[in-house]
C-alpha cells in the first residue's frame, strides 16, 4: 500500500493532508511515513526469515533520529561509515553487537570509538587499515571482530558514481589479493577474523551482479576452509534499487530467493546492509513555487527548494517525480523545476510535465527519502530544511529546520584581523 496518496486530488501522506503540515512547518521540508518505514523494514526482513540472517539498516541514506529509531524498534542493526553515525546510532538505541562499520578511510579516533563501544564487526578495506586496528586494539587491549570487505570485480550496471564493485573502485581488497590479505590478518594478535564482506554498488535493477559478486566470495570463502581459515559472517552489502521513475527492480523476495540460493551450502550468519530500499520511497521533499519564468526556449518553475537540500538531480542527474500537493486539474506544461542557487546544475528536474503550477502551489519532489537530508549543506548558507514524520493522522518535526544563528555557530572571527 502506497501512503502518499491523492485524495480528492490533495496529497496526503498516511492521513495527513500534506498542506496542512506545510502551513504549520513552513517549506520546503522532508517527509517521512512511519508505516511505510515499518513496512519495507518488514518486507525486507521477513523475504530473509528461512535463514540466519541480520539486517543492518545503512544508515548514511537516512540517519534521523526517529527513522534510526523505527529500524532499531523493529530489530534491525545499523552499517555506519564514521564516528558520526555511530554516535547516532548509539543515540537511537542501537545495541553494538548489532553495528558493522563500513568504510575505506577510518580514522584512529573512530577505530578507538567502534572498539570501546563493542560493535559487531569491522569492514576492513585495506592491509594498512588492518594494522592499524590491529594496533588500536593492542593499545587498548582488545580483539577486533573484522571482516574483509572484497572487491569482487562485477558490475552492477549502475550510475558510475555508485558502483563500487569494480577493480577501478576504490573499495575493498581484490579478490585474488585477498586470500593473501586474509593470510596476513590471521596472524594479528589483536585482529578476530570472523567475516567476509562486499558491497558492489547502489541503485542495482537486476539480481544478477548479486549472484555474479556472491560467486566469486563463495570461491573464496572455500579457499579459506581449505587453508582453515572459518568465515562465519557473510556481509554482502546493500544495493537494492527502487522505482523512481519506470525502473522494475526486484521485490525483496526476489533478491532473498537469489541471494539463499546462491549462498546454499555455506555455514555462515547473512549480514545485509540495505538503505535506499528501506526510506528511498517513505520519504519525499515538499517545496514551494516562488515564480514562474520563461524564455524562447524553455519555461521555469522556480522553488524554494535547491541543489542544496536535494543534490542527487544536480550531480547523478537522477530522476525524481515533481507532483503538485494539490492538483487543480489545469494543462499540463513542460518545464524545468529548478532552485534559487547561482548555479546552472541547481534543479530537481528537467522537463518535467506538470500541471500550469503557480507561485504559492506546493510541490512534492518524490522518492526522496533516501540520501536526501544526509547530502544537503548548507551552501549558500541556506539554513538545513526540517524533516517531518507522519503517523496516521498526527505528524511531528523530527528535525527542527536551522536558524541564522545555526548557520554561524562555532565560527569565531580572530582578534589577529
Ligand atoms: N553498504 C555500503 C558499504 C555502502 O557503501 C552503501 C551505500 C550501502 C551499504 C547502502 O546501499 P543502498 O542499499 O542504499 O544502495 N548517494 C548515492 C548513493 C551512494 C551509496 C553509497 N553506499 C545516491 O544518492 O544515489
Request: proline share 4%.
Amino acid at each position: 500500500m502506497n501512503h502518499f496518496e491523492y485524495i480528492n486530488n490533495e496529497l496526503y501522506c498516511e492521513n495527513v493532508p500534506i498542506a496542512k503540515i506545510a502551513e504549520k512547518v513552513g517549506t520546503p521540508f522532508y517527509l517521512y511515513s512511519h508505516a511505510t518505514l515499518k513496512r519495507h523494514f518488514s518486507v525486507f526482513k521477513d523475504a530473509f526469515k528461512k535463514i540466519d540472517s541480520l539486517v543492518c539498516y545503512s544508515a548514511k541514506a537516512n540517519t534521523n533520529l526517529a527513522v534510526l529509531k523505527i529500524f532499531e524498534q523493529a530489530g534491525s542493526g545499523l552499517d555506519i561509515v564514521s564516528g558520526g553515525e555511530l554516535f547516532r546510532g548509539l543515540k537511537a538505541g542501537f545495541s553494538p553487537d548489532r553495528i558493522v562499520y563500513s568504510g575505506v578511510g577510518k580514522r584512529a579516533d573512530e577505530i578507538d570509538y567502534a572498539l570501546k563501544t563493542g560493535i559487531l564487526m569491522f569492514n576492513v578495506e585495506s592491509l594498512e587499515e588492518l594494522e592499524l586496528i590491529n594496533q588500536r586494539a593492542e593499545a587498548l587491549n582488545l580483539k577486533a571482530p573484522v571482516a574483509i570487505r572484497v572487491n569482487p570485480d562485477v558490475d552492477p550496471k549502475t550510475h558510475p558514481y555508485i558502483s563500487t564493485g569494480l577493480k577501478k573502485n576504490k573499495f575493498g581488497i581484490d579478490v585474488n589479493s585477498a586470500l593473501e590479505g586474509y593470510k596476513y590478518a590471521v596472524e594479528k594478535k589483536h585482529i578476530n577474523l570472523i567475516g567476509i564482506d562486499c558491497h558492489i554498488g547502489s541503485q542495482l535493477t537486476e539480481v544478477r551482479p548479486f549472484a555474479d559478486a556472491l560467486e566469486n566470495v563463495k570461491k573464496l570463502i572455500y579457499k579459506l576452509k581449505d587453508i582453515g581459515i572459518a568465515i562465519t559472517h557473510l556481509d554482502i552489502g546493500g544495493g537494492l534499487g527502487i522505482t523512481y521513475d519506470d525502473e522494475v527492480p526486484p521485490q525483496p523476495v526476489e533478491y532473498a530467493d537469489a541471494v539463499i540460493s546462491s549462498i546454499n551450502g555455506l555455514d555462515v550468519k547473512l549480514v545485509l546492509e540495505p538503505g535506499r530500499v528501506l526510506v528511498g520511497n517513505a520519504g519525499i521533499l515538499i517545496a514551494k513555487v516562488l515564480y514562474r519564468k520563461r524564455n524562447d526556449l524553455k519555461e521555469f518553475v522556480i522553488t524554494d527548494a535547491g541543489m542544496n537540500d536535494l543534490l542527487r538531480p544536480s550531480i547523478y542527474k537522477a530522476f525524481h517525480a515533481v507532483e503538485p500537493v494539490i492538483r487543480k486539474g489545469t494543462e499540463k506544461i513542460t518545464a524545468d523545476i529548478v532552485g534559487p542557487i547561482c548555479e546552472t546544475g541547481d534543479f530537481l528536474a528537467t522537463d518535467c510535465h506538470i500541471e500550469d503550477v503557480r507561485g504559492g502551489d506546493l510541490l512534492a519532489v518524490m522518492s526522496a527519502g533516501a540520501y536526501g537530508f544526509t547530502m544537503s549543506s548548507n551552501y549558500c548558507s541556506r539554513v538545513r530544511i526540517a524533516e517531518v514524520m507522519v503517523k496516521d493522522a498526527e505528524f511531528q518535526v523530527v528535525n527542527q529546520r536551522q536558524t541564522y544563528e545555526d548557520l554561524v555557530k562555532g565560527e569565531s572571527i580572530p582578534a589577529f584581523i
